[in-house]
Every structure is written in C-alpha cells, then in structure tokens.
C-alpha cells in the first residue's frame, strides 16, 4: 500500500508570501505529526492530530504557523508571512494508534523542503 | 516536560569499527524506539523496546532498553557503508512520543 506521501517535494517562495504544505497519511491512521527539520538537525515538533483535532500545538514555533486536518486524512500546514527562518525540510508522519502505547510506530514521509529567499 | 538525550552528536568511523549511541530520558518510559535516516532521506522505522533489560538484535545491530527504562542503547557491530545515517531514539513517557537529537554517523571506507 501507498505511504505517507506529501506535497510539494520542493518550495521556493519569497519572504512575506504564504505557503500551504500538504500531507497525505497512510489510509486508516488515526494519528498525524508534523515535524520540522533543519539542515543537520534533530526533528522539532510542531503539531499532532488525533483524528481530526489537535490535543497538542505545543510546538508552532509562532501564530503565524498553523495547521488543520479534515476527514481523518489530508493536513495541511500553512506559514503566513514566511521568514527566513523557516527554511527547513517539514516532516509529516502518521501512526495506526494513538501516541502513546501500541502501534504508535511513526511512518513518515518524504518531507517538504522549503526554502525562503 | 520529557526530555530524551542522545550521545554522541557525531561520530566518525572506520569501516568495520564498532559504534554505539545511547539514549538517556529524563522520565520513565513505557517503551522505547528507534529510527534511522539516510542522509537526504526521511526517518525510518527500525524497533521498539518494551520490557525493561530487553535486547533485541538485527544482524549487526544490537538494541538494549535498561532495567530502569529510562535508557536505551544501539550498538553496530563492524560498521559498513550502507550504515551511514542519524539515528534517532524516541521515548513513549505515556503522553506523546519524544525523539532525542539524533547521532550521525560517518563511516570512512
């Protein structure tokens, strides 16, 4: 069966400019993350659905950072008004269970490498 | 809140050395897993602890989970090429899961 899967691979958008990042969980995966990475970093949390709410938006670096998810599928993460800053590969990954406990093993995706000039 | 440790950042090697990168949570933990990233790629699944003093192996890969489930190690034995990558520990504490930092490693042919 398919993977995660995202969209775009690639991003080059200007400082100011709002972006949308798409992600396309394994069908059937209650739980989504999303994660940022810069280059020769760790991953940073930003955000997890549990279905289509979100218990934890602990991690948005910022408000202008935000993110929904509809249909216990597709999220989207959109960043208003980029900034330099946020140049980075964002993650997303999903998981069959929740969390915590079983079946939490995470499955991501090939990621959204974004670039701010 | 939990936070998971790795050591070391970086670690060069020679190939066929041996490397090993440890896992240090500040809490207890319920289980315990691991991932590796290719460089350019994205983190892959590789496996879960659960019991405390658990070890499981991969072929060259040895994985230990501690008796106090609060740390975790991974040893590779004879380190190839195709070994190059970061890889991550990430604690289940019963809240969420929590990746530590990652240790890259760099493996000299």
Partial sequence: ????????????????KDVELRCDPISGHTALYWYRQRLGQGLEFLIYFQGNSAPDKSGLP???????RTGESVSTL?????????????????SLGSPTGSYNEQFFGPGTRLTVL | GQQVMQIPQYQHVQEGEDFTTYC?????LSNIQWYKQRPGG????LI?????GEVKKQKRLTFQFGEAKKNSSLHITATQTTDVGTYFCAGDAGNMLTFGGGTRLMVKP
């Fill in chain 2, 24 to 28: 240090n949570s500040s809490t207890t």
């Fill in chain 2, 48 to 52: 879960q602890l659960v019991k405390s």
């Fill in chain 1, 78 to 94: 959109t960043i208003q008004r980029t900034q330099q800053e946020d140049s980075a590969v964002y993650l997303c990954a999903s």
């Fill in chain 1, 62 to 68: 910022s408000d202008r950072f935000s993110a929904e």
């Fill in chain 1, 1 to 16: 069966g398919a993977g995660v899967s995202q969209s775009p691979s690639n991003k080059v958008t200007e400082k100011g």
């Fill in chain 2, 42 to 45: 994205h983190p892959v699944f």
